[in-house]
């Protein structure tokens, strides 16, 4: 798969290079001057509503108290503290995913990371935090030749200043999360994480911003997090490009 899938990456990138460029979210021609995403898709990116749970920004009911447990994150681990999210996952951010996770436009990332990083200077994270992409397997991380997370993570860690540390891997099972429900999503990536060697020293009391394309129930956050926690991190925040919100679409984790 690893040799056929790269090649094939190779020649899709090239047919891309040879095509005048188009939207990632609508596949429009792009006019001078416009990158990756065009003005129209960019003003439908839709942010959710408010107001929103202070903890995982789902948008609440107006009129539900704010002490009343959030449905959406009231099952997260204490280890996760909080998600950020910079759109709803409905055309055209479905469309920008889709783009960067399966074929093969990484320079989208620029533009998400960009983004996701409007999202942080209200957090007031401290200047020790360290970004750590949410990794994927090493399957699919061959066969793709990147792993998304990763690519939003470098332009974040750029533009933010803090750090790239890729503390985490990705340990067998943990098949892709399309499909399943709640439960199912839990059990599938309970064990799919474990530290990188070495990393638990760099992590020790430090804030972490977990960087991922999607957020869906947060079951893939809420496993990485307890690995985190456990390497010694005082502090977890997702970062993730996309939610899905009821009847938004079903992908990531
Ligand atoms: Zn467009
Ligand atoms: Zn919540």
Known sequence: MGAVGSVRGAFDRMVHLLLPPACHGCRSPLTPGQEQVCQQCRTLLRPGGHP???RCHAPRGTGVHPSRPC???VHWPSELNRARWSYVLAPPADALVHGLKYDGWPELA????????RLVPPLKLPEETR?????TTPERERSRGYNQAHLLAWPLSRE???????GLARQGGGGTQVSLQRDERRANVEEA???VPGASTSLKDRVVLLVDDVLTTGATASAA??????????HVTLLAFARTLDGSGAEGG
């Open 52 to 54: 929103r749970c202070s």
């Open 160 to 166: 933010l200043g803090f750090p790239l540390l890729p």
């Open 131 to 135: 970004l750590v992409p949410v990794p």
């Open 110 to 117: 620029g533009f998400m990371a960009h983004r996701m990083a």
């Open 193 to 195: 994480f474990r530290p």
């Open 225 to 234: 997090a307890r690995v985190l926690g456990a390497m010694g991190a005082s």
């Open 71 to 73: 449905p959406e994150c």
